[in-house]
């Protein structure tokens, strides 16, 4: 059974930078896509970006602008989520989820995923 541990969440100021884990535990994490959603007070869960077993990058048309960066370190079992430039509206819980690599699977859906971590909170104050 696989276990998604996030961590690195926090109330930060306007302008500051977070950086988020998540640690795999139970299976090779090699052998998995992963991918960081959010979901914000009062709305629905959204995709934020991902990052495929070979280390291809998937983003949402808003982190695609640069201020979110999906990364994975094998060796540690751990795969991150970098955020410059908070904004009050990037205040959500973030999680992280993972699912065992296959071609032809979209990153971007939410139900491709097999395991969800308990999520992390990211507050921001204007």
């Known amino acids: 059974q696989v276990q998604l541990v996030e961590s690195g969440g926090g109330l930060v100021q306007a302008g500051d930078s977070l950086r988020l884990s998540c640690r795999f535990i139970?299976?090779?994490?090699?052998?998995?896509?992963v991918g960081w959603f959010r979901q914000a007070p009062g709305k629905e869960r959204e995709f934020v970006a991902a990052?495929?077993?070979?280390?291809?990058?998937?983003h949402s048309e808003d982190s695609a602008k640069g201020r979110f960066t999906v990364s994975r370190d094998n060796a540690n079992n751990t795969m991150y989520l970098q955020i410059n430039s908070l904004k009050p509206e990037d205040t959500a819980v973030y999680y992280c989820?993972?699912?065992?690599?296959?071609?032809?699977?979209?990153?971007?859906?939410?139900?491709?995923?097999?395991?969800w971590g308990q999520g992390t909170q990211v507050t921001v104050s204007s």
């Open positions: 989820a993972a699912v065992p690599s296959g071609s032809g699977i979209s990153l971007r859906r939410e139900q491709t995923y097999y395991y």
């Open positions: 990052i495929s077993w070979r280390g291809a990058f998937t």
């Open positions: 139970g299976r090779t994490f090699s052998n998995y896509a």
